[in-house]
């Protein structure tokens, strides 16, 4: 499955932003989407997830304030971020695998998108 993602830019702390992430190729095997993102000089670190049945899944830095969508028609994963802070400024990326476990381990998505970035000012 290829993935590309957009809405990436820059805010000000406690605005708010909506990442999008259209799919295409083998849909069939993204049973479990995810975002990522990476900081300059910080490993890469899972946001939220969610499977194909609904199911999410949120890292605790971002609960309450990220919410993780899809439009299975449309193809398409989501990320609202609201309240934003600074130490969210990172490259954001759309992941996919075909298990529907939900998790939020890097090494089990096979599948990504080239990255937005997201910078939070205060």
């Known amino acids: 499955v290829q993935l590309l993602e957009s809405g990436g830019g820059s805010v000000q702390a406690g605005g708010s932003l909506r990442l999008s992430c259209a799919a295409s190729?083998?849909?069939?095997?993204?049973?479990?989407m995810g975002w990522f993102r990476q900081a300059p000089g910080k490993e890469r670190e899972g946001v939220a997830a969610i499977a194909s049945d609904g199911r999410t899944i949120y890292a605790d830095s971002v609960k309450g304030r990220f919410t993780i969508s899809q439009d299975n028609a449309k193809n398409t994963l989501y990320l609202q971020m609201n309240s934003l802070k600074p130490d969210d400024t990172a490259m954001y990326y759309c992941a996919a695998k075909r298990s529907s476990y939900l998790l939020l381990h890097v090494g089990a998505f096979p599948d990504w998108g080239q990255g937005t970035q997201v910078t939070v000012f205060s």
């Open positions: 190729g083998d849909t069939t095997s993204a049973s479990c």
